[in-house]
């Protein structure tokens, strides 16, 4: 039996939702340190997420630190050279 690659069972296809990930992925890390730099301002009466110092700091925190992690693993499977052994 013939075995085949992932990138050739899904074909082009995958492209778009490799770039979403990546796009996911710096997505988490921008509002995460939006949030950082915002924790020691005031919040508006209407703010949306209406959060004190210390949750800001850490969610911002907890934001950031996924969103390296989903960028590291991410960044790989966008950037890798094609192996001669995926399309034999």
Avoid: H
């Avoid at 990138?7 to 990930?21: K, T």
């Avoid at 990546?22 to 301002?41: E, H, N, P, Q």
């Amino acid at each position: 039996m013939l075995e085949y690659s992932t990138e050739e069972r899904l074909g082009p296809s995958q492209q778009p939702v490799r770039f979403f990930d990546l796009l996911r992925a710096i997505a988490y890390v921008a509002l995460g340190s939006w949030l950082l730099y915002t924790a020691d301002r005031p919040l508006s009466s209407g703010a949306l997420l209406p959060l004190g110092y210390k949750t800001r700091l850490v969610l911002g925190g907890l934001l950031v630190l996924y969103g390296i992690v989903r960028l590291v693993r991410a960044l790989p499977f966008n950037f890798r050279k094609p192996r001669t052994d995926d399309f034999n």
